[in-house]
């Protein structure tokens, strides 16, 4: 079996000496390449480049960040294109994912372990038993996404914070909170909620002050603890959206409450709240921060969001 590793060398939990351990470890099981990032967007072209050369395995080792890139290589060469018939999953590598960021909600939801050690230790049981999981992905217009995208509040959030890891702050729950309280006192406009939510056949659902999608459950973490608003999304569906229609200081601490110590029990009049849905569009009346599987990708007035099932082949 051939395998391509792509190694983000600025992972956040993993140094050298693991980095050679894990090499070891998977060498011993597959025809192993490795390669290193180089710049943004470089993973895609790496796994887009060994879907193309008849690879069997991608293994990405670094943060969420890093698998939305492979993912998106994957799911843009030719063999997912080509109009083949049947799931696109299996005229594709599979994906393997080793932690190595700050948070990895795509390993975690998946199950795995949160270690690099422990992680490698699945894949490596997993190839040997043959075991896989097929799954599907959500498409943001033109950009896969494997467990969560957003408009509005929690893009801007994501914003402000790779702001501050340009300053060298790293990346914490704290890091986050302070970035989601200044965001909601200094940045939201919350007299005239901008956006508005179209589905085929159904009623538009407007005056939308954030929108969250989520592909899986759960939508993030805070340190060990999930932050969940849909604990029925699932890989196994389409796609999940919780959306606030107000921003007021009362409403959106009370939703923020609900948030942190009952997740799913989100109740109110601003909540809006949608299961299983294989597409819907966003459109606003100004930019809005936008974001997928965590990573700040500017501003949007209209997305298209499509649920894609049987997607992809995941060693775990």
């Known amino acids: 079996?051939?395998?391509?590793?792509?190694?983000?060398?600025?992972?956040?939990?993993?140094g050298e000496r693991a980095r050679d351990v894990l090499v070891r470890a998977l060498s011993s099981a597959v025809d192993l390449t490795v390669r290193y990032t180089e710049r943004r967007g470089h993973a895609t072209t790496l796994a887009r480049s060994a879907a193309e050369s008849g690879v069997?395995?991608?293994v990405t080792l670094g943060g969420d960040g890093?698998?939305?890139?492979?993912?998106?290589?994957?799911?843009?060469?030719?063999?997912?294109?080509?109009?083949?018939?049947?799931?696109?999953?299996?005229?594709?590598?599979?994906?393997?994912?080793?932690?190595?960021?700050?948070?990895n909600v795509f390993a975690r939801a998946l199950g795995l372990p949160s270690g690099w050690a422990e992680g490698t230790s699945v894949i490596l049981d997993g190839l040997r038993d043959g075991r896989h999981r097929v799954i599907s992905l959500g498409r943001a217009d033109d950009r896969y996404f494997t467990f969560t995208a957003g408009l509005g509040l929690d893009a801007a959030v994501v914003r402000r914070v790779e702001q501050a890891r340009l300053r060298g702050r790293t990346s914490t729950p704290g890091l986050y909170?302070?970035?989601?309280?200044?965001?909601?006192?200094?940045?939201?406009?919350?007299?005239?909620?901008?956006?508005?939510?179209?589905?085929?056949?159904?009623?538009?659902?407007?005056?939308?002050?954030?929108?969250?999608?989520q592909n899986t459950a759960p939508w993030t973490y805070v340190g060990d603890r999930p932050v969940d608003p849909n604990p029925?999304?699932?890989?196994?569906?389409?796609?999940?959206?919780v959306a606030l229609r107000r921003l007021n200081v009362a409403g959106?601490?009370?939703?923020?409450?609900?948030l942190a110590w009952r997740s799913g029990d989100l109740r109110g009049k601003q909540v809006l709240r949608l299961h299983d849905q294989p597409e819907f569009t966003v459109v606003s009346s100004r930019p809005q921060a936008f974001q997928l599987d965590g990573d700040y990708l500017g501003e949007r007035q209209k997305v298209h969001f499509v649920s894609v099932p049987s997607a992809l082949r995941v060693i775990c």
Do not use: C, H, K
């Open 232 to 241: 029925d999304a699932s890989f196994d569906l389409g796609l999940d959206v």
């Open 177 to 213: 909170v302070r970035a989601m309280v200044g965001q909601f006192l200094t940045g939201v406009d919350r007299s005239d909620p901008p956006m508005s939510l179209e589905r085929p056949g159904e009623p538009r659902a407007s005056g939308l002050g954030t929108v969250i999608v």
């Open 252 to 258: 959106t601490t009370r939703t923020v409450t609900q």
């Open 1 to 14: 079996m051939r395998a391509l590793l792509v190694v983000n060398p600025r992972a956040t939990t993993t």
């Open 66 to 103: 890093t698998v939305n890139e492979a993912v998106n290589g994957l799911m843009t060469a030719p063999a997912a294109l080509s109009g083949i018939s049947g799931p696109a999953a299996y005229a594709l590598p599979a994906l393997a994912v080793v932690p190595g960021g700050s948070t």
């Open 56 to 58: 069997d395995l991608v």
